[in-house]
């Protein structure tokens, strides 16, 4: 299985009043319900929602790992400058959307802070493949590429190549499906 179950919980502030919401996320063969005793203990890492006070509408921290970090801590603007995935230092971070993002150099950082929407991965740096079939996956930064100055992750090498065999219905495919979960994993 691609994903195991996990929750994520969101916080609803309507006058004054502040609702605790969960939902879990599943994959396609897992059960359509899932009870608290359900949720497994090795499930990957929640997704981050961080209230936004002055609006109506959530925003999503972009998935990060056990450590809180965006892309595993792989520098995301060296897979535009260097063509490749390259593990970022952690002298050099940079706090966006909710995520700790980590750089190889501090000119990347500097890059990335001017324009993070240029550098930040699609779908909230989830498996373009899971998002293509409708739900949501970890990613391994060396399962990556670049389409039309965008960049695209997946869960692994073998998930990269299915993704890879029809990339633009696949990106057709997700785009349509990630509003849908980003509800479900806390953006909107």
Known sequence: MLLDNFRTTSLIVFAGLTLATGCAINTP??????????????SAPEPIVEENTTAAATTIRYFSDENGLAIHGTDPVAYFTESRP??????????WSGSTWRFATAENRDRFAANPEQYAPQY????AWAVSQGYTASIDPNAWKIVDGKLYLNFSPGVQRRWERNIPNNIQKADANWPD??????ET
């Open 181 to 186: 979960l980003a509800t479900t994993t806390g």
């Open 124 to 127: 909230g740096g989830f498996c």
């Open 86 to 95: 390259v593990a970022g230092k952690p002298e050099f971070t940079h706090t």
């Open 29 to 42: 063969e897992s059960p359509t319900t899932t009870t608290e005793s359900q949720v497994s203990t090795n």
